[in-house]
């Protein structure tokens, strides 16, 4: 559908015009020497996404195909790679079809924006780039670009000790700000990074445009971009901090008054916090009645240079001084010497936590594929898939799974990888405190320590407030319970938690994240896993032998790390020696110390009649246990055996293998039988 004339909203033709009012604009030969080629069009992506050839607004078609046109406009002159695209239009998977779709709409963008363009044509304006797409476009054609321009002005009369002029370059570069950006596109793909980049962008540009008014004595310049600004982002308090200074500087104290109250309360209710330091400086300020023209002004950056504008009598000779490098200078006119202000997080912190892949990781592709088909939904806007839970019994390869896929997909999450070791089963150390996790998330996210609010809760709704608009993937390794993990999980869409943990944690289940159940590899994968520690050689000569560590270790990863550790010691000893040293240990984890140690810290949690019950499941029969076989070991009822099997399998010390059958693996029944002999011995362990 199209529509005739300058639609409603669309900008004013004096508006493009004023952008080369003067000669530090954008002038006409900025324009011509960027200028797209065919006819003058206008795109529109700073609030609806629209697009216009004169002064007749075209249709930019299906939602996905709109959803290209902004994130070719988001990208202002830059080749857009068709994987970021598949990522933008598809938040899930991509369908088969995903690249011929993307070639439909680049060809049908191309007739839009050039009619007259002959079939399988590229045209002049949507260029096919290495890897990707451009749309070609002229600065003063595209709001962003006019934006950008009018920003570096304002930065540089800044700079310069000119804070009218910046005021003015500032104000006139918001009033491109006609809404959420790429309002129009998928939910879904409104969430992509990029898009979040540019909103963060806009919010930056409005406190440099309040910071300059307030400075000049024209704080009513940036008092409409202020309230807009502050209705996308009710909770930053930069932000309210320079509304409430510029109410009472316009003469609206109780009004400005009012605006603090307002936001106090909404921080003290959603994020359980007191206003921060830059905030209370600012209250104090219009309590004071001390709103009068401000006499430190913004620091901006240009290029690898930072200035800050002071206006003062001293300062009258020289207007821009450098920020010292023993006193950096203040980064807002609201400091004041007995109210410092805390400088906000920042907002490109982009922490890098995982740890080292395992070099020696073999097998697992049915579950590395599983991980990538559901992290594909958890850029989703509404029913994303949170968090993962990957479980299953100690030394099976949670971690190492987790790390792997977590490298493998860190492309994914390009705002950063958080990992937290909770500890839960480390008998060498405390469990990490969700508190304490939280406070490592929020600093590496660029939160200051000052501005962590105490309390698990509050710390909570700020981590998951700080997570809002970037794309995280946190690894929490190694969790005992919900409810000490519920807290450390992300809430905002783009973000992932990938949780390991012994435990079953059915609750978490119940509350919608995703679980994966990790079992002992295949007999073949475990080969692989020998072989890149001890070498393909060295398994080839020994086949046999190989076969026999497998069996005995019971395919556990641990296990198989343990015996590779010794076999790799002692290079000069055969396969079949290490296979001999097993097959003597007749049963017992005297071989495998540190399996055993595994194994006893998810036994030690269990309560004394399951650990009771463990202990007589040593026996025979141990492949198909039921709950009838169990009671009668155990010399209990029946219906009191069920939940004791149920407690064990949740600890990960049993096996569900169907409704009313257990099974215990090989090397958890040694286990059991040393602890049923060490009965008579209790200082045996």
Known sequence: MRAEGKPRGAPAPDEGA???????????????????PGQAMRFQVLGPVRLWRAERELDPGFP???????????????????????????????????????????????????PGLPPRAPGRRLLRRPGGYLLEAATDEVDLLRLRELTRQGKRAAATGRPERAAECFTRALREWRGPVAMGVPASAREHVQFTALERELLDTARLAADSALLCGRAEQALPALRQAVAHDPLDEPLHARLVLSLAACGLQ??????????????????????????????????????????????????????????????????????????????????????PASPPPDPFARPAQLPPGLPVFAGRKAELDWLTDVAGTAAEAAGAVRAVLIGGMAGVGKSALAVHWAHQAADRFPDGQLYVALGAFDPARAAVQPADALRGMLAALGVSAPRMP?????????????????????????AVDTERLRPLLPAAPG?????????ALPGLVASGVRPLRLEPPSAEDAREMLALRLGADRLGAEPRAADEIV??????????????????????FPLLAVAAELREAQGSLDALAAVRTAFLSSYELLSPESARLFRLLSGPGGEDITPAAAAALAGLPVRR?????????????????????????????????ELAEADSRPNAF
């Open 495 to 503: 973000c992932l938690a990938l949780v390991t943990s012994r435990n």
């Open 551 to 572: 069996a005995r270790c019971g395919r556990l990863p641990l296990a198989l790390a343990v015996v590779a550790a010794r076999a790799v010691s002692r290079r000069d």
């Open 64 to 114: 996905q195909q709109r959803a290209l046109l902004a994130l070719l406009l988001a990208h202002a002159g830059r080749a857009v790679p068709t994987g970021e695209i598949l990522d933008a239009i598809w938040a899930d998977r991509p369908p088969a079809s995903a690249l011929n779709v993307i070639r439909r709409y680049i060809g049908m963008l191309r007739r839009l924006l050039e």
């Open 641 to 673: 055996t069920g939940p004791l099997l149920g407690e064990l399998a949740e600890a990960r010390l049993l096996t569900q293998a169907a409704p009313g059958r257990y099974a215990l693996h090989d090397l958890l029944r040694a286990l059991a039988a």
């Open 254 to 339: 109780a009004e400005a008054l009012k605006a603090y109250d307002d936001i106090r309360r909404r921080l003290t209710r959603e994020l359980g916090v007191a206003p921060g330091a830059e905030l209370a400086a600012a209250h104090t300020r219009v309590l004071r009645q001390d709103v009068r023209r401000l006499t430190t002004g913004p620091v901006v950056e240009l290029g690898r240079e930072v200035a800050v504008v002071r206006i003062g009598a001293a300062d009258a000779a020289s207007p821009s001084q450098p920020a010292s490098p023993s006193r950096p200078a203040s980064s807002s006119p609201l400091a004041s010497p007995s109210l």
């Open 454 to 478: 105490h309390g698990v809760a509050a710390l909570s709704g700020l981590y998951r407030s700080t997570l809002v608009g970037r794309r995280v993937l946190v690894v929490l390794d190694d």
């Open 18 to 36: 004023s952008a080369a009012a003067s000669a530090e604009d954008v002038s006409a030969e900025d324009a011509s020497a960027g200028a797209g």
